[in-house]
């Protein structure tokens, strides 16, 4: 793991974000652009962005799992609302580990210089391919409703085993989506796979393991971007604490305040530990991978939910209005908890691995 | 980058510490020690210095002194895998009081007459060391500590009294708290004193605490002499040695070790009762397993905090929240699942024995800074309220 590069990366995404993404500016781009528009893809695709997951030969960075996170974490605390996680980290990931020469030649070029969005759907084992067609739907595909193509994970029917593919959006016939916004103000699509003919992604034929470390590498760097909101909160919380005056003193005046706050800190501290221990995991092999992976998915879901939950009580009212990232936050933890693999299913796979006793 | 190679290396070695502590208690335990301990029986002083003494004659018990005082300059993380990994093993506790609280406090503010007197003995065990620091009216509150010292001659006259005293009735010689000044801030005039448990004037009262055993003491203190020569530090600078002692006591692997050993006990005991396929009960330890896994993450991200100096001052105070609050909710878990055995103070096997610790375990988020002391702490440090 590469600190040095790690930190580089996410001070100048800070940089830029304090710049061009404050929450005035992000409440623009929501109400113009519905939190998509190309000048800003290309802009991340300038600032390196888009080329984490890409190997250097192939005109990228190859950055570590301690590189990505502290983007995500810029992503989480100044809620950024383009597909980073989606497009440039999971279905790139993919697609460098499946994808032919062919392919790659057809597609890491233009997703690293942002003339592509990916999208990721999860759609096994209700989508099934068969005889070379795919047939099914995906519920709530993360930025379906902007990309140029869709990684689809759907059920070989001949193996009765997992298979990757890519379903591009101008493909006849098309692929049919339903396209609408998240609770936290990012798009979203149902889609309908009704006869298509993928492009199959079968470097490796072993799609199972790709798509498991493909969903690990996701929650893991959703962990960096709750601790991204987290730490957003708790630094909003301790200020009103500070600041906001009743019965004459500061409420953070308040021992009973004062110790929720504690928790709230606490909770960020572990956060932060869980994920690190994490992305070191990303390295070990898969079974042992999960366990840490799934573990902290499950706890940073619940630890990140605390945080936001007392982060809107100790604001008080002005905690649940658009005005105040806190809200914002808010949403994007809910939303989040939900997406690649949620709490319970998270938690059902640590507590598989470590029933028993054996660490 | 030079800071990135040096921790890897202190890692690899707090890691092959591990290695030989785990070969050490495979292959060297004395079997009784190693039975009692296995047992969660109460050991007595002889055992405690039987162990003491093994350690040293390991290298181990002082190996975070400095070098010139027979130490090997150990790390932080070296110290504290080194605890952790001894209580996942259910070794005996390390007696802390000598090698861990005040032999460090003489390396860093003892004479050098203090240093040749009195480390060597604590590094081989041969004084028993007792903690005088709380007083019926100052507990949470340390600094109210009212136990007088007056300066008469070449000697202290030292009235007062002492609690809570943790073994003191084994005690030759008790590091002290006394007041020597009233000052507006009750931090100042506070001094260290080395008080001699044979002196005349000492007496020591057991308090029954309801595991049923002789942990704590009340000590009195009544016109007791102590020699000048036994003030550690400047007179009224005693809070330096205090804060610095505090701190080596809340920083203990041994808090994370204890967790993990209670979370393999208690998966044992489901298994035991045939309850290995009650799925509310692995919900239950699940969620506790999830939790030592923070804190395991959490102590260790905070011990290489510390080692970088890129601490919060936080650090010490989290682990010591989450280790012993964890602490309790396994315990409690683990009494549960024993059923009828959890509630016997005479069950067979280690049951006894696990009930008592639960018992006294109690206590875990009171002493050392209890948890409402810790959380007071992090306000003020890290959040600045």
Redesign the interface.
């Known amino acids: 793991m590469d600190?040095?590069t790690a930190r580089l990366l996410g001070e100048a995404a800070e940089r830029w974000a304090a710049e061009h993404y404050d929450l005035p500016r992000r409440t623009h781009r929501l109400r113009c652009t519905g939190g998509f528009d190309a000048a800003t893809w290309s802009t991340y695709a300038e600032l390196g962005w888009l080329a984490l997951r890409v190997p250097e030969l192939e005109g990228g960075l190859d950055a570590d799992a301690l590189a990505v996170g502290a983007l995500m974490e810029v992503v989480g605390s100044r809620l950024l609302l383009e597909p980073i996680l989606s497009s440039a980290i999971v279905a790139t990931g993919l697609l460098v580990r499946q994808a032919s020469p062919a392919q790659r030649e057809r597609w890491l070029p233009v997703l690293t210089a942002g003339r592509a969005v990916l999208a990721f759907a999860d759609a096994q084992p209700g989508c099934v391919w068969h005889a070379g067609t795919l047939r099914g739907q995906a519920r709530a595909v993360l930025h379906g409703d902007v990309a140029s193509a869709v990684v689809v994970a759907a059920l070989d029917a001949a193996t009765q085993r997992p298979m990757l593919c890519l379903v591009e959006a101008g493909a006849t016939p098309s692929l049919r989506r339903r396209a609408y916004r998240l609770v936290d103000g990012r798009g979203a699509a149902d889609i309908d796979f009704d006869g298509l003919s993928p492009d199959v992604l079968a470097v490796d034929d072993d799609a199972a393991a790709a798509i498991d470390t493909a969903l690990a590498e996701a929650a893991v760097a959703q962990c960096a971007e709750a601790l991204g909101c987290v730490r957003a909160l708790l630094s909003a919380t301790?200020e009103h604490?500070?600041v906001r005056q009743q019965f004459g003193r500061?409420l953070?005046?308040n021992?009973v305040?004062?110790?929720r706050?504690?928790?709230m800190?606490?909770l960020q501290?572990?956060i932060?530990?869980?994920t690190?221990?994490a992305q070191q995991a990303l390295a070990l092999p898969a079974a042992e991978r999960d366990v840490?992976v799934a573990?902290a998915k499950?706890?940073v879901c619940r630890?990140a939910r605390q945080v936001a939950n007392d982060a809107v009580q100790l604001h008080g009212g002005v905690g649940i209005t658009e005005e105040l990232s806190v809200s914002h936050h808010f949403r994007r933890l809910m939303v989040n908890a939900t997406l690649f693999g949620d709490r319970d299913a998270q938690?059902a796979r640590?507590?598989a691995g470590?029933?028993?006793?054996a660490? | 980058?030079a800071h990135?190679e040096a921790l890897t290396q202190v890692r690899e070695r707090a890691q092959a510490l591990r290695e030989r502590v785990r070969r050490f208690h495979a292959d060297d335990m004395p079997a009784e020690l190693a039975r009692k301990s296995a047992q969660h029986e109460v050991l007595d002083k002889a055992d405690y210095v039987q162990w003491m003494q093994l350690l040293h004659e390991q290298g181990w018990a002082i190996a975070h002194w400095p070098a010139e005082h027979g130490g090997q300059n150990w790390s932080l993380l070296e110290r504290f895998a080194f605890e952790d990994e001894l209580a996942r093993l259910g070794c005996p506790w390390i007696i802390p009081f000598g090698v861990k609280y005040v032999g460090p406090v003489l390396c860093a503010y003892g004479t050098a007459a203090q240093q040749r007197r009195f480390l060597p003995r604590i590094a081989r065990s041969e004084d028993w060391w007792a903690q005088g620091y709380s007083e019926p009216g100052a507990g949470s509150d340390l600094a109210a500590l009212n136990t007088q010292a007056v300066r008469s001659g070449d000697r202290y006259v030292v009235n007062g009294q002492k609690v809570w005293t943790t073994y003191a009735q084994w005690a030759d010689w008790m590091f002290c708290l006394v007041r020597t000044q009233r000052e507006a801030k009750a931090q100042h005039g506070i001094s260290f004193l080395l008080v001699d448990m044979k002196s005349p004037g000492v007496s020591v009262r057991p308090i029954a605490t309801m595991d049923g055993y002789h942990h704590v003491n009340e000590v009195w203190l009544q016109d007791v002499e102590v020699p000048l020569d036994n003030l550690v530090g400047e007179e009224g600078r005693g809070w330096d040695c205090a804060k610095f002692l505090l701190k080596n006591e809340r920083t203990a692997g041994a808090l994370v070790g204890m967790v993990?050993h209670a979370?393999?006990r208690?998966?044992?005991a489901a298994?035991e009762v045939g309850r290995?396929a009650d799925v509310a009960l692995?919900?239950r330890i699940?969620?506790l397993?999830?939790?030592a896994?923070?804190?395991d993450?959490?102590a260790?991200?905070?011990v290489e905090a510390m080692m970088a100096g890129a601490e919060n001052g936080?650090e010490a105070s989290?682990i010591k929240?989450?280790a012993t609050e964890l602490c309790q909710a396994l315990a409690e878990a683990t009494i549960d699942v024993l059923g009828p055995a959890g509630v016997s103070l005479e069950a067979a096997g280690d049951a006894g024995g696990l009930v008592k610790d639960h018992l006294y375990n109690r206590a875990a988020t009171i002493f050392g800074g209890a948890s409402?002391i810790q959380?007071?702490i992090?306000?003020k440090t890290?959040?600045?309220?």
């Open positions: 600190t040095d301790r604490l500070a500061p953070g005046a021992q305040l004062q110790h706050a504690v928790e800190f606490m501290e572990e932060a530990a869980f690190a221990r840490i573990g499950a706890y630890a938690f640590f507590l470590v029933e028993g006793g660490r | 980058m990135a993990w979370l393999q208690l998966w044992r298994a290995s692995a919900q699940g969620e397993h999830l939790r896994l923070a804190l993450a959490l260790y991200r905070a936080a989290m929240l989450r409402e959380r007071n992090i306000a890290v959040l600045r309220l």
